[in-house]
């Protein structure tokens, strides 16, 4: 146990979710004695396990509700464990919510001394502190306002300043960069670089992934109370970035699916505005399998496959599709024309190929038409058809832009 500085073994918490509203002492003695319990039972922890190490940058990620704040809030001694143990070789210094430990009502003066004082320090300790903690929040204009007329942002500098100068062995940080500007972010990495080189241990609870590929020597994936992954921190969260994946495939289809019970009229496609010559009548995105999905990977194969139907005599066909980002700009439009592609009429489909998809992760809407030839009157033509959402892992997460173009370096 010399160098680990925390352990969490099998720790388990269930709370209590009411269903209806107690507001007199008889409600409450009915309630006591009713056979419905009023409330259900959520598992924020699963029988959870893990150790971090002395002077370890540990991650720990997931989706709002998979238990992360809960566990932070269990090994701050906020909360106790249902089962289960953790055992801590060190102090803690832990900023877990904007506002914990905080008056409103005093002044930012006032705070830093309550503040402080609740994580340990003396009168003496904050005396001598007291200006570098102020100066390190840059709140010094402000100092002696009262805390309910600071932003956010200057809340969460104060709070933060005042834990990383309770020069504790631990280090508990909740969200820390999800309020501030990108100056107060990058002092607190430092800080926490800082730390780190101090022999000290830091735990930070983020949704920022690059974050934890950059900085965390390990991470630890959490999903629905459980630990799903634990490990080298670039594959936690590309882990984390596959899961985000398959709960928005699983969130389009379930849309996608709903928008098609509106157009089925006793299991047959209602086509009874459909006068087209030509008409299309869907749109894939099919992946190397040829499972039709809407969420890719950067670098995945990609086929955008159009389904057509033909209703009258045609001697030329031209299809084309256009990929846009819904926060604005073209990625690409191509047509078969400008391609010179023949487009077979006896087979009802189209397929527009992708060996390597090159977009980098956002969201995009696909419009589709087709054309006798060039592109002017269109039989059909469908704007924002379809929406194409992309992922990026590892290296390609942090590119900027919409496309990854093949580069190297020279020196």
């Given at each position: 146990?010399?160098?680990?500085?925390?352990?969490?073994?099998?720790?388990?918490?269930?709370?209590?979710?009411?269903?209806?509203?107690?507001?007199?002492?008889?409600g409450a003695a009915?309630?006591?004695?009713?056979?419905?319990?009023?409330?259900e039972e959520f598992k924020a922890l699963d029988d959870v396990s893990f150790e971090v190490k002395k002077g370890e940058f540990f991650g720990i990620i997931g989706r709002n509700g998979s238990g992360k704040s809960t566990l932070l809030k269990i090994l701050a001694g906020i909360y106790q464990t249902d089962k289960g143990s953790v055992e801590i070789d060190g102090r803690i210094s832990p900023f877990l919510e904007l506002g914990i430990g905080f008056n409103p009502e005093l002044s930012g003066r006032d705070n830093v001394y309550l503040n402080a004082t609740v994580l340990g320090l003396t009168k003496k300790e904050i005396d001598k502190k007291f200006d570098s903690i102020v100066k390190f929040s840059e709140l010094e204009r402000f100092i002696d306002q009262k805390l309910k007329n600071y932003s956010s942002g200057m809340q969460v500098r104060l709070a933060f300043s005042v834990s990383?100068?309770?020069?504790?062995?631990?280090l508990l940080?909740?969200?820390?960069?999800?309020?501030?500007?990108?100056?107060?972010?990058?002092?607190?990495?430092?800080?926490?670089?800082?730390?780190?080189?101090?022999?000290?241990?830091?735990?930070?609870?983020?949704?920022?992934?690059?974050?934890?590929?950059?900085?965390?020597?390990?991470?630890?994936?959490?999903?629905?109370?459980?630990?799903l992954k634990i490990g080298k921190a670039i594959d936690v969260a590309n882990e984390y970035v596959?899961?985000?994946?398959?709960?928005?495939?699983?969130?389009?289809?379930?849309?996608?699916?709903e928008k098609e019970k509106k157009v089925v009229v006793f299991g047959k496609v209602d086509k009874s505005n459909s006068?087209?010559?030509v008409e299309i009548t869907g749109v894939e995105f099919l992946d190397k399998n040829g499972k039709d999905k809407s969420v890719f990977e950067t670098g995945d194969e990609l086929d955008i496959k159009i389904d057509f139907?033909?209703?009258?005599?045609?001697?030329?066909?031209?299809?084309?599709?256009?990929?846009?980002a819904v926060s604005g700009g073209q990625i690409f439009g191509y047509n078969t024309q400008m391609d010179n592609i023949d487009v077979d009429k006896t087979k009802n489909s189209i397929v527009l190929h992708f060996n390597d998809l090159p977009i980098l992760k956002g969201e995009y809407i696909i419009n589709v038409?087709?054309?006798?030839?060039?592109?002017?009157?269109?039989?059909?033509?469908?704007?924002?058809?379809?929406?194409?959402?992309?992922?990026?892992?590892?290296?390609k997460n942090s590119y900027r832009g919409f496309c990854d173009i093949k580069h190297s370096w020279n020196s």
């Amino acid at each position: 146990m010399n160098d680990i500085a925390i352990s969490v073994k099998n720790v388990s918490k269930t709370f209590k979710i009411p269903h209806e509203k107690v507001s007199s002492l008889r409600g409450a003695a009915v309630s006591a004695f009713s056979r419905n319990k009023g409330y259900e039972e959520f598992k924020a922890l699963d029988d959870v396990s893990f150790e971090v190490k002395k002077g370890e940058f540990f991650g720990i990620i997931g989706r709002n509700g998979s238990g992360k704040s809960t566990l932070l809030k269990i090994l701050a001694g906020i909360y106790q464990t249902d089962k289960g143990s953790v055992e801590i070789d060190g102090r803690i210094s832990p900023f877990l919510e904007l506002g914990i430990g905080f008056n409103p009502e005093l002044s930012g003066r006032d705070n830093v001394y309550l503040n402080a004082t609740v994580l340990g320090l003396t009168k003496k300790e904050i005396d001598k502190k007291f200006d570098s903690i102020v100066k390190f929040s840059e709140l010094e204009r402000f100092i002696d306002q009262k805390l309910k007329n600071y932003s956010s942002g200057m809340q969460v500098r104060l709070a933060f300043s005042v834990s990383i100068h309770a020069n504790r062995e631990i280090l508990l940080m909740d969200e820390v960069l999800a309020v501030g500007d990108n100056n107060f972010q990058s002092k607190c990495i430092r800080e926490f670089t800082k730390y780190k080189n101090q022999g000290k241990t830091v735990i930070l609870v983020t949704h920022d992934t690059l974050v934890v590929e950059k900085y965390c020597d390990r991470a630890m994936l959490l999903r629905n109370g459980k630990i799903l992954k634990i490990g080298k921190a670039i594959d936690v969260a590309n882990e984390y970035v596959y899961e985000n994946m398959s709960d928005e495939e699983k969130r389009i289809s379930d849309e996608q699916a709903e928008k098609e019970k509106k157009v089925v009229v006793f299991g047959k496609v209602d086509k009874s505005n459909s006068n087209k010559i030509v008409e299309i009548t869907g749109v894939e995105f099919l992946d190397k399998n040829g499972k039709d999905k809407s969420v890719f990977e950067t670098g995945d194969e990609l086929d955008i496959k159009i389904d057509f139907e033909i209703h009258g005599e045609i001697k030329e066909l031209n299809f084309g599709i256009g990929l846009h980002a819904v926060s604005g700009g073209q990625i690409f439009g191509y047509n078969t024309q400008m391609d010179n592609i023949d487009v077979d009429k006896t087979k009802n489909s189209i397929v527009l190929h992708f060996n390597d998809l090159p977009i980098l992760k956002g969201e995009y809407i696909i419009n589709v038409g087709c054309w006798k030839d060039i592109e002017i009157n269109p039989y059909d033509l469908k704007l924002s058809y379809k929406v194409l959402k992309i992922y990026s892992s590892g290296i390609k997460n942090s590119y900027r832009g919409f496309c990854d173009i093949k580069h190297s370096w020279n020196s």
